[in-house]
């Protein structure tokens, strides 16, 4: 039984950083897509991870599959035909763009969640397919990335009341819901959704619940690169709601792992249990 499963997307990043340029430019390879850096973040908390997904035969697969045993992730991978998905990442600081090749992660539009939902206390779904979370059960938290942010609030509704968290980033939300993020936030939650929280980057987050609305303040890390620092947030988040933790407690656990993200090269750097320890004096609000 896995405290958490994550399905999505297994990239390889091929990261252009302009602090790290040399004369000859060069791309640094590191693995990623967003299930992968859940999954990784969650591991390195303390929780049995699994991750679900799709990858080709080729050596980007191998990277990413060894990298996930490695960080102490089960991998349930999928190995098909084509060829590893990518993403070209070109990132200065918070500046990010990327170029995205589906390759393998395309197969996530067809996967049948059924035989794996009862192998998990909880399932997380990073950028999924409408028809993933059509069959998510039990305890779920999703972050909607560019697949789903693509729909409107009531195009999603009948499927987020069955959402426990709900992740999306300030730009996802404004485009999900039409508002600004405190706005945005409550429409999420009032959609049926229990937790909504809008990662703002810089800015922290907001989140809303029944009993609860706030702001969390960043700690304001200097960025190296942006990319995983989404993730790194929500695998601390609901590392810290799995062990018991009070939501703004949780709050605090993301904050803290996504603005040690940001401080490294490559999506895969969010906290370890340590790290979180070592940073004692930051409270949110």
């Known amino acids: 039984m896995y405290d958490v499963l994550s399905v999505g997307n297994a990239n390889i990043d ?23 850096n859940f999954a990784v973040g969650c591991a390195r908390l303390g929780l049995k991870s699994g991750f679900l997904g799709f990858t080709g035969k080729d050596e980007f697969g191998s990277i990413i599959r060894k990298n996930l045993i490695k960080e102490k992730v089960k991998p349930l ?14 990132t200065k600081k918070r500046f990010k763009k990327f170029l995205k090749f589906e390759g393998a992660n395309k197969y ?11 192998k998990t206390k909880h399932l997380h779904l990073a950028t999924p397919p409408l028809s993933l979370l059509k069959q998510a059960r039990g305890s779920i938290s999703v972050d909607p990335g560019s697949r789903l942010s693509r ?5 999603l509704k009948p499927y987020l009341k069955k959402i426990d968290i709900f992740f999306p980033n300030e730009e996802e939300a404004k485009i999900i819901t039409g508002y600004s993020y405190k706005r945005a936030a409550r429409e999420l ?13 810089k800015g922290g987050c907001y989140l809303v619940s029944k009993d609860e609305e706030f702001h969390t303040k960043n ?19 609901i590392s810290a709601w799995h062990k018991g933790k009070s939501l703004r407690e949780a709050c605090e656990w993301a904050i803290i792992s996504s603005n040690i993200c940001v401080t490294k090269l490559g999506a895969q750097n969010s ?8 940073i004692k004096s930051f409270k949110c609000c």
């Open 151 to 155: 729909y409107k609030l009531d195009e």
């Open 271 to 278: 906290a370890t249990l340590k790290e979180l320890k070592q």
């Open 14 to 36: 091929l990261i252009v950083n302009d602090d790290k340029l040399p004369k000859k430019p060069e791309f640094f390879i590191k693995p990623g897509g967003s299930a992968c």
């Open 108 to 118: 996530l539009h067809d996967l049948k969640l059924k035989n794996y939902l009862s």
């Open 77 to 90: 991978i999928k190995v098909v035909k084509d060829q590893t998905g990518f993403v070209v990442v070109f």
């Open 189 to 201: 939650f009032e959609a049926g959704v229990n937790v909504s929280i809008v990662k703002l980057g």
């Open 219 to 237: 700690l304001g890390y200097p960025p190296i690169d942006t990319t995983g620092a989404g993730d790194a947030f929500a695998s601390a988040f």
